[in-house]
């Protein structure tokens, strides 16, 4: 079974400045997605960005970047210039690309990490 | 702007009592997930359906919990009787064949 590790409870962060919220995951499948997914007060799930394991380039959506190392399992996320609408927990998920009958297209979530963005 | 939609947003009843829970999933989307959020679990998946078939339940406590799509525009969890132990956040989400889900806003449930 996959598994999804943040090993970071709680980041802060001053706002304008860059934080970097670590994932690490376990499988034996070499075709998978990474997502991102922010989830403020509100209790929202909302994507954030989504990786392709086969691919190489990072994927980047505006301020949000990752730095995805394959080898490592780790999947990283990057965000610049913080602003205070970014404070949230944040998860990181796992997806296989190919589920066998279609029967696991499930995310495993990670336990997420609570960003702070100070003024 | 398509988004899921979930009713109810708050529900508190009392154990032994039935709940029910519903989801619109974006048009044209043939996925549908029910996932639970706990403080001490985090969120895990109860229930995935793809084209309106239940393709794994194996996360739904089968004795209380059950989970139907009467058709694409519905899905429903349903809990009866309910405990407090199921106090959670119920989110529902859809999607498009292994493209990305997208969540609805959640239903707040306690059992008291």
């Known amino acids: 079974a996959q598994t999804v590790t943040q090993s970071q409870p709680e980041m802060s962060v001053q706002e304008a400045e860059t934080v970097t919220l670590s994932c690490t995951y376990d499988?034996?499948?070499?075709?998978?997605?990474l997502f991102w997914y922010k989830q403020p007060p509100s209790r929202q799930m909302i994507l954030v960005i989504r990786?392709?394991?086969?691919?190489?380039q990072n994927a980047t959506e505006n301020r949000f970047s990752v730095n995805f190392q394959k080898a490592a399992k780790s999947f990283s996320l990057k965000i610049s210039d913080s602003q205070l609408g970014d404070a949230a927990m944040y998860f990181c998920a796992y997806r296989s690309a190919s589920p066998s009958g279609g029967s696991n297209y499930k995310l495993t979530f990670g336990k997420g990490t609570l960003l702070t963005v100070n003024p | 702007d398509a988004r899921v939609t979930q009713t109810p947003r708050h529900k508190v009843t009392e154990m032994g009592q039935e709940v029910t829970m519903r989801c619109q999933p974006i048009?044209?989307?043939?996925?549908v997930f029910w996932y639970r959020q706990t403080m001490m679990q985090g969120l895990e998946l109860l229930a995935y359906?793809?084209?309106?078939?239940?393709?794994?339940d194996s996360g739904m406590p089968k004795d209380r919990f059950s989970a139907e799509m009467p058709d694409a525009t519905l899905a429903t969890l349903k809990i009866q009787p309910s405990e407090p132990r199921d106090s959670a956040v119920y989110f529902c989400?859809?999607?498009?064949?292994?493209?990305?889900?997208?969540f609805g806003p959640g239903t707040r449930l306690t059992v008291t």
């Open positions: 990786q392709e394991a086969y691919k190489q």
């Open positions: 499988t034996s499948e070499s075709d998978y997605y």
């Open positions: 048009l044209g989307h043939n996925t």
């Open positions: 359906f793809r084209n309106r078939a239940p393709l794994d």
């Open positions: 989400a859809s999607g498009w064949q292994n493209y990305e889900q997208y």
